[in-house]
Nanobody
Framework: QVQLVESGGGLVQSGSSLRLSCAASGPTFSSLPMGWFRQAPGMEREFVAAISLSGGTIYYGDSVKGRFTISRDNAKNTVYLQMNSLHPEDTAVYYC????????????????WGQGTQVTVSS
């Protein structure tokens, strides 16, 4: 089974940067597309970014395009989300997820989820 653990969240000022990490365990990490999602209080879970098995294909949500960068290091079994130019609207719990269906932005296609890490951006 795939197990995912996020880390790197925190409280930061508007305009600053954070890098989130997702440590994966299990036998199939290198063969699974990965995604990042976020959920603010009272809001639906929102797609942030996705990356293919080898990292050659990447998708971003419109709200983060140009500011966030997803990457993966299969040798370290880790997926990253570099977040730059953060603003208060980015405040949410950020979740790492894996899909068995091929790279996708659709939340329902992701079968494995981490516990989430809180990102809070103050003005």
């Amino acid at each position: 089974q795939v197990q995912l653990v996020e880390s790197g969240g925190g409280l930061v000022q508007s305009g600053s940067s954070l890098r989130l990490s997702c440590a994966a365990s299990g036998p199939t990490f290198s063969s699974l597309p990965m995604g990042w999602f976020r959920q603010a209080p009272g809001m639906e879970r929102e797609f942030v970014a996705a990356i293919s098995l080898s990292g050659g294909t990447i998708y971003y949500g419109d709200s983060v395009k140009g500011r966030f960068t997803i990457s993966r290091d299969n040798a370290k079994n880790t997926v990253y989300l570099q977040m730059n130019s953060l603003h208060p609207e980015d405040t949410a719990v950020y979740y790492c997820a894996a899909t068995t269906r091929g790279i996708t932005t659709r939340i329902k296609e992701y079968a494995y989820w981490g516990q989430g890490t809180q990102v809070t951006v103050s003005s």
